[in-house]
C-alpha cells in the first residue's frame, strides 16, 4: 500500500505561481504524474516523469508547468506559472509501482 499527501495548492490571483508537491510513503519506481479534474470532467493528465527524469506534458500546458521529482525523498512536483481562471481543477498526483496509487487532490483557485 502506498499513500500519497499533496500540498501546495490553495488560492493565487490570475498570472500567479503555485507548486505542488506529492510525497510518497515509500520508493515509486514507475512514473509519478500530475492529473486534473473539473466539476462534471474526466480526470486528465497534465504531466508525468518517470524515475529517470523523462517528461510528458498535456498539450494545455503550453510551457507554463514544470514536472520534476525527486527519489530521495519519494516526491513530485508540479510548478505551475502564469495560472489562469481554468487551471482552477483539484490536482491529484498519481504513482505507479507495484500498483497504481492516488492521492486525495489539493485544490487551485485562481481568482482575483
Known amino acids: 500500500q502506498v499513500q500519497l499527501v499533496e500540498s501546495g495548492g490553495g488560492l493565487v490571483q490570475p498570472g500567479g505561481s503555485l507548486r505542488l508537491s506529492c510525497a510518497a510513503s515509500?520508493?515509486?519506481?514507475?512514473?509519478m504524474s500530475w492529473y486534473r479534474q473539473a466539476p462534471e470532467k474526466q480526470r486528465e493528465l497534465v504531466a508525468s516523469i518517470t524515475r529517470g527524469g523523462n517528461t510528458n506534458y498535456a498539450d494545455f500546458v503550453k510551457g507554463r508547468f514544470t514536472i520534476s521529482r525527486d527519489n530521495a525523498k519519494n516526491t513530485v512536483y508540479l510548478q505551475m506559472n502564469s495560472l489562469e481562471p481554468e487551471s482552477t481543477p483539484v490536482y491529484y498526483c498519481?504513482?505507479?509501482?507495484?500498483?497504481?496509487?492516488w492521492g486525495q487532490g489539493t485544490r487551485v483557485t485562481v481568482s482575483s
Open positions: 498519481k504513482a505507479n509501482t507495484a500498483g497504481v496509487y
Open positions: 515509500r520508493t515509486i519506481f514507475g512514473p
